[in-house]
């Protein structure tokens, strides 16, 4: 069975309709994970500036100390459990 002018002509509009949502769901999408990477980004440079300069031991690096802190906060929450 042949469809009519206009099912066809609908059809086509569906089309672009979705297709312009989907130009747009991706722009949004893309500008929210480069917004989500810049925070995340600049949050890991403060978090290990403040590392850096409160909470390394001496001639301990930056990494070292963050090791060291997350064992430290894994033993604590296991003694909590127990």
């Known amino acids: 069975m042949e469809k ?6 609908n059809e ?4 672009a309709v979705v297709g ?3 130009k747009i769901e991706e ?4 500008c929210y994970k480069k ?3 810049g925070v995340t980004g600049a949050f890991k440079k403060v978090e290990d500036s403040f590392v850096g300069k409160f909470l390394t031991h001496e001639g301990e690096t930056v990494e070292d100390a963050e090791k060291r ?11 909590e459990k127990h």
């Open 35 to 37: 917004i989500e990477d």
């Open 69 to 79: 802190l997350a064992e430290e906060q894994a033993q604590r929450e296991a003694s």
């Open 12 to 15: 086509k509009i569906a089309d």
């Open 27 to 30: 722009g949004v999408v893309g």
């Open 4 to 9: 009519s002018k206009l099912v066809k002509a």
């Open 20 to 22: 312009g949502y989907k």
